[in-house]
C-alpha cells in the first residue's frame, strides 16, 4: 500500500529493528482501528513486533501459529504465520520474512478472526 497525502508517516527501523509493511490493503484498515481503539496496546504491538517479530517470552500475546494456520503464502513463497493478541478481542497477523527482516502484517481487526472457531 502506497502512502498518500494525509496519511501517518511510519518511522523508518534502525539498528536491528525489523521492516514492517502491510500485506494487505484490509491490514491496514484494521490497524488503523486498532489504533483508534487501543491506542497504547497497538504501541506495544508495534514495538514488539519492530523489535522481536519471533519472541516467545509471552507466548498468551505473542505466538506462531498452529496446524493450517502455522504459514501464510506472500507472493508466491511461504512463511512463518505469527499472531499478536492486540486486545482481548483484537489481533494482528504477520508473516515473517528473516531473510530481509521483514515483518508483513496481513490481518489485524479489533476483532477475533473467525478461521480459529471450532
Known amino acids: 500500500m502506497s502512502p498518500k497525502r494525509g496519511d501517518a508517516v511510519a518511522p523508518p527501523p534502525i539498528g536491528d529493528e525489523w521492516h ?20 497504547g496496546n497497538t504501541r506495544r504491538c508495534f514495538e514488539a513486533l519492530r523489535d522481536a517479530p519471533l519472541s516467545q517470552e509471552d507466548p498468551d500475546r505473542q505466538h506462531r501459529l498452529r496446524g493450517r494456520l ?3 503464502t506472500l507472493g508466491g513463497r511461504e512463511y512463518p504465520q505469527w ?6 478481542g483484537g489481533r494482528v497477523r504477520y508473516l515473517v520474512d528473516e531473510a530481509r527482516r521483514t515483518v508483513h502484517l496481513v ?9 480459529t472457531d471450532g
Open 20 to 39: 514492517l509493511r502491510f500485506a494487505t490493503s484490509e491490514a491496514a484498515k484494521g490497524w488503523v482501528d486498532l489504533c483508534s481503539e487501543a491506542v
Open 70 to 72: 502455522a504459514t501464510g
Open 83 to 88: 499472531e499478536y493478541e492486540v486486545t482481548a
Open 107 to 115: 490481518y489485524a481487526s479489533t476483532r477475533h478472526p473467525k478461521d
